[in-house]
């Protein structure tokens, strides 16, 4: 029998053209499949006594997203947020975190949580090795101790003990210029307000050693009342009061101490005055009360602050927070690294996180870095001014000195044996 | 004796033998029960559903070892979640200041939780109703006030930090998540087994009859108050087992496992389950881990939503879901045999 070779469409060509259509139909699934949606998880608190807080946090995120999408994604991949509720609670934030992983899908993870839920979603991230960025914990020890060190953590929060070096200093400044001498404080009783305030008073007698703590009040944290804690300072007749009462603590606090004249008697430093949810809210907000900057559009004094400050406002009706531009730094470290790593893998943003240097708006210099050996932020705009009772509420802030910060964070931390 | 005593002595020969049967199938649910939830991560790799039998482990050891003390005793604590903080702390603090292997960290956690369950509850249990209530809150809020202010040895508010230590002990790496859930599922089931046994033992009966008339059962001869510490100090243990496995879910302990808010929880799981089935709580803690993880998944409002069930418990039900299909069981059988 012989094989005769019919017209037409080969076999060979039959196959190619197979291909060639299968190609086709399949270049968009390919292209797609190359350029998915990348899911970030976070948990935050958007419930309770600091739902303002960790709603501020979502707003930067999403704000800080929709640009970082509009130009492309996160190495070509279009960022979809998943943000859930912890309500504060670790146990949730652990269980919320492991969810956004293991059933939603996230491959990154921002940790909107504060004090214990940090460490809670910090565990979750050593236990499933995703990377997982901080954004809303103080506490010093979340990256200075070795222990709490894993390779796929980062913090990108300004931390406790450089805010007590730079108000230390600045408050030395003002006490030896004005003589105060006698000192009282008044913060939370909870280990944020006996530590931040411990380091302070350390920092403050290491610059101005003639200075005395005469008395101390440890009011309850979310305390409706504080007459007996104003009383208390107001008889203990200091020259200067420290307090690191934030939020609707602070606020109460203020408006009750006004009723006693408490603010024309003594100078005040109140670390955490200097955040538009304090500002904002208190009555009569007294003039020349000493802080830290928490966000304020006007420190750094940059345009590129003040245009971000203004889209924020804009968008959301409302000023940011302090949590709202630690969490928009976070995703620009995200979109920066990713560009680096021209990757949106979690293994490799690690990698390119370590040290990475990205211009910012909130950077004392223009720039904030990802320290390398400890993951934590550094090179952000800290500073401490003087209140006025109308906008822009805090007009000059003195600017604190980062080789400083440096050199006595090295000390703190060799002394703390982390070093 | 009368007649009716007599009859009613009569009817008691075969309880007793039934009350041998009703052990017998109670171990064997035991184990299908343990087979089933063992064999799951053979079905299905959900680590989410996994996750959610640990943390229904560690909550329906809590709930229904606060039910012995609520349904059996008609003691309402409302401090009981201090015994699951106890149980976090006192297992993580062991782990990870003496490295000791993780059965003699679990058995020493259960042993200064007795001590201590003893102190607080032979100051507790000679009161009554709401003094007693308040007074187990108090010492709730003692406990977590110290666990807040001894910064150095607790870590404070910010909780044991760093992860336990979980070192292999007879080839178990509870590192290992599936280990993890195995375990978790065992010791559920042994507690559950376990508070089943007390139940319905003899002294489980004395509880019930101390919650129905204390004067009475003290009139027969009953010490109650030794009955009321003993299974204080019983439903501590399990809570405190409870916690354990809560500390190896999150790996660290935090001033909530000990703050009220828990034993809120607790105590609404019992309503939302029943408390007059021995089931009833677990059967709750699913319901509340169900609608907690859904409803916070499309809204931050969960609160409204939670509020409403607790609504329709309360004044639609008027009892917990097992003790309302329990009696409509009931009623549908009565219905049958009246036919």
Known sequence: ?419 | MTELEAGRARALVPVSSGAALQRYRDVLIAVIAFAVLASLPLFTGSKALLDFVIRCSAYGLFATSLNLLVGYTGLTSFGHGMFFGLGAYGFGLIMQKLGVPIPVAFVATLAITAVIAAIIGAICVRLKEIYFAFVTLAFQMLIHSTILSWASFTGGDQGLRGGIPRPTFLGINLANHIHLYVASCALLILGLLAMRQIAQSPFGYTLRMIRDNAARASFLGIDVWRAKLTVFVLAALFAAMGGMVMALFVSGAYPEFAYWTISGEAIFINMLGGVSTFLGPMVGTVLLLLLNDTVTRFTEYHGIVLGVVILFFALGLRKGLLDFVAEWFARRRKTGEGR
């Open chain 1, 1 to 419: 029998m012989t094989r005769t070779r019919t017209p037409g469409i080969s076999r060979r060509s039959t196959l190619a053209l197979m291909g060639a259509g299968a190609m086709t139909f399949a270049a968009p699934w390919v292209a797609r499949a190359q350029a998915k949606t990348i899911k970030i998880g976070m948990p935050t608190i958007l419930s309770g006594r600091v739902a303002q807080l960790g709603t501020s946090s979502r707003n930067a995120v999403m704000l800080e997203v929709e640009k970082v999408n509009a130009a492309g994604g996160l190495a070509g991949r279009q960022i979809e947020m998943v943000v859930r509720d912890s309500k504060g609670q670790p146990q949730e934030a652990a269980r919320v975190a492991r969810e956004l992983v293991n059933t939603d899908g996230c491959e990154l993870l921002l940790d909107g949580e504060a004090s214990s839920g940090s460490f809670a979603v910090h565990e979750v991230a050593r236990d499933l090795g995703v990377l997982c960025i901080h954004t809303c914990s103080e506490a010093s020890s979340l990256t200075a101790d070795p222990k709490q060190h894993i390779p796929n953590a980062f913090r990108c929060v300004r931390q406790g003990i450089h805010d007590s070096i730079v108000g230390g200093s600045y408050a030395a400044a003002i006490s030896k210029a004005k003589g105060l001498k006698k000192w009282a404080t008044c913060s939370p009783d909870y280990a944020y307000g006996r530590d931040t305030t411990g380091e302070f008073t350390l920092y403050l007698k290491r610059f101005a050693p003639d200075v005395e703590i005469i008395s101390e009040s440890w009011p309850k944290l979310f305390q409706p009342d504080y007459t007996e804690v104003v009383t208390k300072i107001l008889q203990a007749k200091p020259q200067a009061l420290y307090s690191c009462l934030w939020g609707g603590d602070l606020t109460s606090y203020i408006d009750q101490a006004n009723i006693y004249a408490m603010f024309g008697q003594m100078e005040v430093f109140a670390v955490n005055m200097a955040d538009y949810t304090a500002l904002t809210v208190v009555k009569n907000l007294p003039k020349g009360i000493h802080s830290g900057n928490r966000y304020i559009k006007t420190f750094p004094t940059t345009p590129e602050n003040a245009a971000w400050g203004d889209a924020y406002k804009a968008k959301y009706n409302e000023y940011p927070t302090n949590w709202s531009w630690q969490n928009a730094t976070a995703v620009m470290f995200l979109a920066e690294a990713a560009k680096k790593a021209n990757s949106a893998d979690g293994k490799k943003l690690a990698e390119v996180l370590k040290g990475l240097t990205i211009k910012c708006p909130f950077g004392a210099d223009g720039t904030v870095t990802m320290r390398g050996d400890d993951h934590t932020l550094v090179g952000y705009a800290i500073g401490w001014g003087t209140t006025i009772p109308q906008e822009p509420y805090v007009p000059e802030v003195k600017a604190g000195d980062w080789k400083t910060i440096f050199e006595l964070e090295a000390e703190w931390k060799k002394s703390k044996g982390y070093t």
